[in-house]
Every structure is written in C-alpha cells, then in structure tokens.
C-alpha cells in the first residue's frame, strides 16, 4: 500500500510540474472561440438528424 501510494503521489507531482498552468483568461478564450461554435454546431446537427432519421 505504501509503494502504491508512493507512485501516486508521484505521478500526481510529475503531471503538476510537466503540464502548463491553465490561466483563466485562456480558459475563457478557448470556451468562447472552441466551446460555443461546437455547442451551437451539436445542436443544429442534432436537429438535422433528428429530423431525416427519426420519424414520428
């Protein structure tokens, strides 16, 4: 149980030293350039498909 807590503890400090820090701003930059089109482009191509392949 030790060694097994050993190796998540150090993997968990190993991926918090290797990736970027995610700052706010860029956070807010990616959900409205990337997040939203995609959101709004799910639902028109939901609708599509509902409408040719489900009928009723």
Known sequence: MILKMAFVIF?????RATMPRVRVDH????????LVPLAILNVFVTAVCLELFIKG
């Open 11 to 15: 993997f968990l400090f190993w991926l």
């Open 27 to 34: 956070l807010m930059g990616f959900a409205w350039k990337v």
